[in-house]
């Protein structure tokens, strides 16, 4: 719920994520439907639901996510180890 009223009020168009979130999607997308009606309601301009992507993961040499959590550098520190 979070990330759908922070999406819609930063207008957010596209949400590009990780293929764990897909089950999740139809239920975000029915959120952002549910936002739209009650704005519309009363009288508030449109939410439009974003366009969304979800890619597969990238993974470690022991299969576990890769995450800036756990320090795995900037995207060209990636590139230069050959993801």
Do not use: Q
Not at 36 to 50: F, M, Q, Y
């Amino acid at each position: 719920l979070a990330s759908v009223c922070d999406d819609s009020a930063m207008g957010i168009s596209h949400v590009i994520r990780g293929e764990e979130w897909l089950p999740s999607a139809p239920k975000h997308v029915l959120l952002y439907h549910a936002f739209d009606v009650i704005n519309v309601i009363h009288g508030n301009s449109r939410v439009k639901s974003p366009l969304f992507a979800h890619l597969p993961l990238l993974l470690n040499a022991t299969g576990g996510k890769l995450s800036k959590r756990h320090s795995h550098g900037s995207v060209a520190t990636l590139a230069a180890s050959g993801y």
